[in-house]
């Protein structure tokens, strides 16, 4: 049974789930009486978790000016995607050959429930579960913590660019042949799809961002799983 969440784990996810699902768009001014009426918390869990999500780079604090949402540009999103292709590949290779059958029956049921391809709340669940078994699997508490990070600035950029994404039902279920990679203990196997599919899925995105017209979230509902650490 999981340990109840404090008052400032409370407002760090609550936060999070603003921030990564565009309910609190990029550049928005942080207003922290709101956030403490409409999530009815204190000042002190509230600063608590900003202050957390400010070292996690979605929230930007200006001396003197305040508190805002970080903004999304594609200089970042190179940046960004530099970066955790090549942790993910690592978090691969650990995972197949550290994972049991157990994260595997996970995973597998987790795709089970692959919805159809409009079902955007679910097929986001779904991506961010798997990607967490495999960190979970790869046995290495340094290399999750970071990747939930960075997975999180990714899903924000996925909410951002949502209506201009055509195949995401697809890219959803690349995740199988990844899982049979794992499975099989297949390391080398298991890093070169998961950098696929993380390369191909981060072009999308920025080909998107560049030519796209301004993406609306089209998701709403509570994709927590996805996107707690």
Same mark, same amino acid.
Request: overall charge negative.
């Given at each position: =049974?999981?340990?109840?969440?404090?008052?400032?784990?409370?407002?760090?996810?609550?936060? !999070?789930?603003?921030?990564?699902?565009?309910?609190?768009?990029?550049?928005?001014?942080?207003?922290?009486?709101?956030?403490?009426?409409?999530?009815?918390?204190?000042?002190?869990? $509230?600063?608590?978790?900003? !202050?957390?999500?400010?070292? *996690?780079?979605?929230? #930007?604090?200006?001396?003197?000016?305040? =508190?805002?949402?970080?903004?999304?540009?594609?200089?970042?999103? !190179?940046?960004?995607? *530099?970066?955790? @292709?090549? =942790?993910?590949?690592?978090?691969?290779?650990?995972?197949?050959?550290?994972? +049991? %059958?157990?994260?595997? &029956?996970?995973?597998?049921?987790?795709?089970?429930?692959?919805?159809? &391809?409009?079902?955007?709340?679910?097929? $986001?669940?779904?991506?961010?579960?798997?990607?967490?078994?495999?960190? %979970?699997?790869?046995?290495?508490?340094?290399?999750?913590? #970071?990747?939930? @990070?960075?997975?999180?600035?990714?899903? /924000?950029?996925?909410?951002?660019?949502?209506?201009?994404?055509?195949?995401?039902?697809? #890219? @959803?279920?690349?995740?199988?042949?990844?899982?049979?990679?794992?499975?099989?203990?297949?390391?080398? /196997?298991?890093?070169?799809?998961?950098?696929?599919?993380? #390369?191909?899925?981060?072009?999308?995105?920025?080909?998107?961002?560049?030519?796209?017209?301004?993406?609306?979230?089209?998701? +709403?509902?509570?994709?927590? %799983?996805?996107?707690?650490?």
């Amino acid at each position: =049974m999981s340990q109840p969440l404090s008052l400032s784990q409370r407002a760090y996810r609550d936060i !999070k789930h603003k921030i990564v699902t565009l309910n609190l768009p990029p550049g928005a001014v942080i207003d922290e009486a709101a956030l403490q009426e409409e999530l009815q918390l204190g000042r002190t869990p $509230i600063r608590e978790a900003l !202050k957390r999500l400010s070292l *996690e780079k979605l929230v #930007t604090i200006v001396p003197r000016r305040g =508190m805002f949402v970080t903004d999304i540009g594609i200089t970042d999103l !190179k940046h960004l995607y *530099e970066v955790r @292709v090549e =942790m993910e590949a690592l978090a691969a290779r650990l995972a197949a050959r550290r994972g +049991t %059958e157990r994260h595997w &029956q996970r995973m597998e049921a987790a795709l089970q429930k692959v919805p159809g &391809q409009s079902d955007y709340d679910a097929l $986001i669940a779904i991506d961010g579960a798997c990607h967490e078994i495999m960190y %979970e699997a790869a046995g290495n508490v340094f290399l999750s913590d #970071t990747l939930n @990070v960075l997975y999180a600035l990714s899903l /924000r950029l996925w909410y951002f660019v949502l209506a201009d994404i055509s195949d995401m039902h697809d #890219t @959803v279920l690349e995740h199988q042949a990844i899982l049979d990679a794992l499975r099989a203990g297949d390391e080398e /196997r298991a890093a070169a799809l998961i950098r696929r599919h993380i #390369t191909v899925f981060q072009e999308e995105i920025q080909a998107a961002m560049v030519g796209g017209r301004p993406a609306q979230p089209q998701a +709403t509902g509570a994709v927590a %799983e996805g996107i707690e650490q």
